[in-house]
């Protein structure tokens, strides 16, 4: 059993946190090989595909001709030919095809390695023109506010899709498609025709700018405003030639996605409940459906077709840092349209380590990595190119997904996980090459469980890495100059959770099982590098804190949820709190943009004011 796991690329023991043995059970092996199909002792190792990196010598697969994406064609005989255009082509020859892919050695440079900027959850980044609900327009403010301050990037969550259906799910990280973008962050009053329509829409935005005098954002009431004002302007277009352009630039994919919507909007927001004959997206059902329905699947692509213009007109100020979520919704858009390349009954998750003791299960399909390389990486790159879209810089959500991901089988827990092999240098070429046609640069969230090498691997590659003060042992001072450097991320405490222990406290309450010892080191860290007491003011915990970060050659990043003293994490892993996801900051951005406190971390973080770059 254990020797066929491993030929299938499923890993029989890892090395936990700890430095700890684990080998998961073999009901676990069986599960995942299950899930694979894995029919035979070995799997087909002929590929459909081939990885070149720029400039290397490759065996010929075959001779024939190798025809370039714009047409042109390059004989291919019995060596390599020493000057083949990055891009992806097709070998031809001998009744035989294959997809061929020419990458640079390494993604895009950052263009300053020692700027600063801000890390938000733009959802709770309200103004008082917001609906309840952090928007682009508000990213545009705080890109602009933030270049002014000398910051050189914003870094957002993920701005994935949901169903659109109620209820709206809370978690930017579990998205139904990550092609696509979520309509709760456009601004109605941007939209063209909104100005013609102010009366009809008077009404919605008085309710909407009414949600914000809650903390606890309604995404729901949200999504309900957004809706019928979004109606009323779709009524009232007439088209636009620069619409269909880019319904014609995003082609099937977008049809796809908004054929999906449309039938979410019919029969529930989960494929797997739908009628049968509509769960198969080439059906002929679905044809028919999205014909009659062609209203509605256009009014789908004029929302992302909105949200597009609105994302990249925000992003002209300062850098925009988009957030690459590690998977999506089983039962959502991007799993309906690749069904047949995920493995089911498996989900996507972690082993246990310091700060989740007990695992987590992100309750995410995984892509079967032999039926991902059979499918020619297709998905993969129709992710990544989505995800570079109108952004300066990308970061990827559990970067270590790309050499190795933490299987769960359906039924078991994290503790009987696995971890299973991908193709990392192929997905690091096809990264690096959309990199560079997008022109941004991609930061790697590599944290966690590291396998020994990945982190080297990946900064061959460009790759830059993140580092967390609360996480790291070390000094800041010895970080990587080629990385991003934050206090804290979303998933752990705010400084003000950490130092007056409610964030403990609200563990206890949420029946979590937290690494107290692990928690109060971290705080006495701080405290003894700071000099700071008990009774300390707030605003002076939070400034002593990043002048440690300060050290850092890295770029660095600081959150909005620490500037403004918020207690609670915007989300509490292994939990479904209502809080998650869901508290806007307690003050608006008019606020924040005049807060000392925002002033003096951006002139602590300055370059100017940091150690020189450590080469």
């Known amino acids: ?66 025809v370039l994406e714009d047409g042109n064609e390059i004989s291919v005989e019995e060596r390599w030919p020493k000057s083949v255009p990055l891009g992806y082509h097709r070998l031809e020859g001998k009744g035989r095809s294959m997809s061929v892919v020419v990458t640079p050695a390494a993604c895009k440079n950052p263009t300053d ?17 917001s609906w309840g609900f952090g928007d682009l327009a508000d990213l545009a403010a705080l890109s602009r506010w933030s270049s002014e301050l000398g910051a050189g990037f914003v870094l957002i969550n993920p701005l994935h899709s949901p169903a659109p ?25 941007d939209v063209p025709g909104a100005a013609a329509s102010s009366r009809e829409i008077e009404s919605l935005a008085v309710a909407g700018r009414a949600l914000n005098d809650e903390r606890l954002i309604d995404r729901d009431e949200v999504f309900r405003l957004k809706s019928q004002a979004l109606t009323i302007l779709w009524a009232r277009f007439e088209g636009d030639a620069a619409f269909d352009r880019f319904c014609s630039d995003q082609g099937t994919a977008l049809h796809s996605f908004a054929t999906f919507c449309a039938l979410a909007e019919e029969f529930g927001a989960s494929w797997h409940t739908w009628p049968p004959e509509y769960r198969e997206p080439s059906s002929i059902a679905v044809e028919s459906f999205a014909k009659k329905s062609a209203q509605r699947v256009r009014f789908h692509k004029w929302l992302q077709w909105l949200l597009d213009k609105q994302f990249s007109k925000a992003a002209t100020s300062s850098v925009v840092i988009a957030d690459l979520a590690v998977g999506f919704d089983p039962g959502g858009a991007d799993a309906w349209m690749w069904q047949e390349l995920i493995a089911n009954d498996i989900s ?12 987590q299960d992100w309750g ?104 967390v003060l609360l996480l790291e042992p070390g000094e800041p001072r010895n970080y990587p100059q080629r990385a991003l450097a934050s206090v804290t991320t979303h998933d752990l405490p705010t400084i003000a959770g950490l130092w007056t222990g409610s964030d403990l406290s609200a563990q206890r309450k949420l029946g979590l099982i937290p690494n107290e010892e692990s928690t109060g080191a971290q705080r006495q860290r701080i405290a003894d590098a700071t000099g700071l007491t008990d009774e300390a003011p707030m605003d ?76």
């Open 1 to 66: 059993m254990r020797d066929r796991a491993l030929r299938w690329g499923i890993s029989t023991a890892y090395e936990d946190t700890s430095g700890k043995i684990v080998e998961p059970p073999e009901s676990s092996l069986r599960a995942i090989l299950d899930a694979m199909g894995a029919e035979g002792a070995s799997p087909e190792v002929d590929a459909p595909i081939l990885v070149v990196t720029e400039g290397k010598s490759v065996a010929v697969p075959f001779s024939g001709a190798l």
């Open 113 to 129: 390695l020692r700027a600063w900027g801000w890390q938000v959850q733009l959802h709770s980044v309200r103004s008082r023109a």
């Open 165 to 189: 259906t109620l209820h709206q799910s809370p978690s930017p990280y579990y998205a139904s498609s990550r092609l696509f973008r979520n309509l709760l962050y456009l601004r109605i009053e």
């Open 348 to 359: 996507i998750g972690a082993p246990a380590d310091e700060f989740n003791m007990q695992g």
């Open 364 to 467: 995410a399909p995984p892509f079967d990595p032999w039926k991902l390389r059979a499918a020619c990486y297709e998905p993969f790159i129709q992710t990544i190119r989505a995800s570079f879209r109108g952004a300066g810089g990308l970061r990827i959500d559990h970067v270590m997904g790309l050499a190795r991901l933490f299987w769960v089988p359906a039924g078991s827990g994290p503790e009987e996980g696995a971890y299973v092999r991908y193709p990392v240098e192929d997905l690091l070429g096809i990264l690096a090459l959309e990199s560079h046609r997008a022109g941004a640069f991609v930061v790697g969230e590599d944290l966690g469980t590291v396998e020994p090498g990945l982190r080297e691997q990946l900064a061959a590659r460009g790759v830059l890495s993140q580092r």
């Open 540 to 615: 002076e915990v939070v400034l002593r804190t990043h002048s440690l970060l300060a050290q850092s050659p890295s770029m660095l990043a600081a959150s909005l949820e620490d500037i403004t003293g918020v207690d609670e994490r915007p989300n509490m892993p292994g939990t479904i709190a209502p809080t998650n996801w869901s508290l806007a900051l307690p003050v608006g951005l008019e606020e924040i943009r005049e807060l000392p406190l925002a002033r003096r971390i951006a002139d602590l973080l300055g370059p100017t004011s940091r150690p020189k770059a450590i080469s």
